[in-house]
């Protein structure tokens, strides 16, 4: 089971961590995804990394902003969110796939971001 961490309420401009955590597995043989979705829009992806952490993509809305990383020895990864924008207000989830799937195969039950002053 994937756990979020780190949600809250924090002024434009300002800067969050996330993190995504596994309860009784371990995350290094994943890809993790952090996804958002806030109401009345779709679900979307915001950054993934690969195993080994050598591989990232990002969203346009949130290039270089956000910054996903991981670090396998705590079994945890995270996503570092600067210059946060009003916008940026949304659940945010961790899931992780595996290496054949087609699809992403734990989800989180998310953690909260609001952006307001």
């Known amino acids: 089971q994937l756990v979020e961490y780190g949600g809250g309420l924090v002024q434009p401009g300002g800067s969050l961590r996330l993190s995504c955590g596994a309860s009784?597995?371990?995350?290094?043989?994943?890809?993790i995804g952090w996804f958002r979705q806030s109401p009345g829009k779709e679900r979307e992806r915001v950054a993934c990394?690969?195993?080994?952490?050598?591989?990232?993509s990002y969203a346009d809305s949130v290039r270089g902003r956000f910054t996903i990383s991981r670090d396998n020895a705590k079994n945890t990864v995270y996503l570092e969110m600067n210059n946060l924008r009003p916008e940026d207000t949304a659940v945010y989830y961790c899931a992780a796939k595996g290496g054949a799937s087609p699809g992403w195969d734990y989800w989180g039950k998310g953690t909260l971001v609001t952006v307001s002053s």
């Open positions: 009784g597995g371990t995350l290094e043989y994943f890809a």
């Open positions: 990394i690969n195993g080994s952490g050598d591989r990232t």
